[in-house]
């Protein structure tokens, strides 16, 4: 049973030619644009790559890079095939790339697919990877000489300011880390000799944050020391107290960035892949319309395209038995020239030799004559 | 013989028509990028406008954004006329208005000149309103229940932090400022009191500057209060300390970022002037060639009535 079959005249087929050679460019288009939104999307992760955990998101970028590269190149060529397809004579020249063709169109409208959800779906991934990061990046702030973290205060400080954020989850988290290197302590002090002491890892740990938390909306000038103590401070009520430090932590903020691009970026994606459908279907049909117009003999005749000549079960059965049988290729089941002893004469054998005596275990015995 | 000349310049003045016609279009679009910078600059110079008192001249951008506009419409008339030129008929409705329209052109490209010297002369203006401005919005940083000066605090802060600067010629500027409003002062604090008798004007000065002016870059958490007390931190000495806090005074900052976009305008706007000059040029040479075709067919047509009259005169 043929799956969508559709009659198509000679200038219909004509007509779904240049249709289809427009579709193709057009789609070329449509690549360029998914190559450069994965391009935009590797370059906004890379600007923080380094209060991520690990780099498992990029995956997502790469792919919608591979994919666009490949749309412009298949569709490029699908431009070309797809004018020649109008004429019957220049069609003979495509006839075997046609499948092919069609096959990778289709892998390739998949891979968009595949590329969209994981716009969708990387979101959990993003948060783990966040809270990790913050978390390590937060811990070595205070390591500027150490090589390989000595740029990481900087970048969570312009992370704050510019996110207006505080912190892993609030500006609670600077609190629970040894955020002021000890350089820069006075270790004769006894009140930091008695801080350190009372601290059972021997970490200085105060109830400050760094500069870059400081709200920019707030009235009163900033207020980074013994922030938690209200009475330490002239003044400081509970307003200003909401008014003084960014309130939101920089996983919030960062995963509400990142998910607000993909989530424009899949959108946009999932449209380009419908019209990729779209072109897929058209180029199907011209494809089994050509064919059929060969097959017939007659370039002037009515011919049918379909999408799949048997129905989605036999056509999955029938793929999966070439399959199957592509692994089969040096084995002699069909080679006349080389002897297999046949069923038929094994049984003849032990046939003769009942009469005389029974051969239970084929082993040779001697005969009572 | 008169019929040879006009031949060849036919093919010479498809070639001009077709090449004026471009450079319309050129300049139209040049036009439209003049009119976009002029509302971008006149976007940016009101998002700063509480640095500058409110008090800046938008001369410059009004202008610019009125030049773009004028070379859009100029340019677009003459691509209309220069591609109806090769067709005589649709021409000669254009060919009244040719000569006012060069007189325009000629006056459009000496107000382009005047844009540009304003554009590389207006910039004295902006680097005193800034001065200016600043020394106000430091006084006024303290001030964020006056209305009217509520958002100064937040503007100034978001500027040095934007532009990597601090006060207005230096750091040293905010030591002469009290920015830390009395509403938070404890007067019942005895150091408290002390600064303030201390000072004539019974102002609270010190040594700190705002948290918008710590260097991110910095590998020490960020020192702002006791700046010149050496003794005051741990392993400090303010003379040779860089890193800590932004070096550079925001009125430098600010006017080099407003005066490379008013150069960078200016250069656009010479460039667009000699680009009107060629153009203007092409069109006068165009002028020609039709006061020069519309004697040669009168000539050709003239020798075509004599040779007429000498065949009828033979036949006779």
Known sequence: MVVGKVTFTKLEREKLAEVLWLLNWISVMTGATLFGLGLFLKIEILKWQEVMSDQGILYVPHMLITTGLAACCINFLGGKICLDCADTNKFLRWKLVMMPYVICTFFFTSCVLVGALMCYSIRGQLEESLFLGLRSAMRFYKDTDTPGRCYLKRTLDLLQIQFHCCGNAGYRDWFHVQWISNRYLDMTSSAVVDRLRSNVEGKYLADGVPFSCCSTFSPRPCIQQQVSNRSAHFNFDRQSQQLNLWRRGCRQALLEHYTGIMQSIGLTVLLIWLFELLVLTGVRYLQTAMENVLRLGDPDSESDGWILENSLAETARSNFNIIKNLGKCYQTDNDPNINVPTPAVEQEVPSQLRPEGSLTSGTPQVQNL | ?316
Request: charged share 20%; with cysteine; proline share 3%.
């Open chain 2, 1 to 316: 013989m008169p019929f040879m000349p006009v031949k060849f310049n036919l093919q010479k003045r498809v070639k001009l028509a077709q090449g004026l016609w471009m450079l319309y279009w050129l300049s139209v679009i040049v036009g439209i990028v003049i009119f976009s910078l002029g509302i971008f600059f006149k976007i940016e110079l009101r998002k700063r406008s509480e640095l500058m008192d409110n008090n800046e001249s938008h001369l410059v951008p009004n202008l610019l954004i009125l030049v773009g506009a004028l070379a859009c419409a100029i340019n677009a008339f003459g691509g209309k006329v220069c591609h109806d030129s090769l067709d005589p008929m649709k021409f000669t409705k254009w060919k009244p208005m040719l000569k006012p329209y060069l007189l325009t052109c000629c006056s459009f490209n000496v107000l382009l000149l005047l844009t540009a010297l304003l554009c590389f002369l207006m910039q004295f203006a902006v680097y005193l309103t800034l001065a200016e401005g600043l020394k106000n919005g430091i006084k006024f940083y303290k001030d964020t229940d006056t209305p009217g000066r509520c958002f100064m605090k937040r503007t100034l802060d978001m500027t040095q932090i934007e532009f990597r600067c601090c006060g207005n010629n230096n750091y040293r500027d905010w030591f002469e400022v009290q920015w830390i409003s009395n509403r938070y002062l404890d007067m019942s604090n005895d150091e408290v009191k002390d600064r303030v008798f201390s000072n004539v004007e019974g102002k609270f000065l010190m040594d700190s500057v705002p948290f918008s002016c710590c260097n991110p870059g910095s590998p020490r958490p960020c020192i702002q209060h006791h700046l010149t007390n050496n003794s005051a931190h741990y392993d400090y000495d303010h003379r040779t300390e860089e890193l800590n806090i932004w070096t550079h005074g925001c009125r430098e900052a600010l006017f080099s970022y407003y005066s490379s976009m008013m150069n960078s305008m200016g250069a656009l706007i010479i460039i667009t002037i000699l680009l009107e000059l060629e153009v203007l040029s092409l069109e006068r040479t165009q002028e020609k060639f039709f006061s020069f075709k519309s004697r040669s067919s009168q000539q050709h047509s003239s020798s075509k009535l004599t040779s007429e009259l000498k065949h009828t005169t033979l036949i006779a």
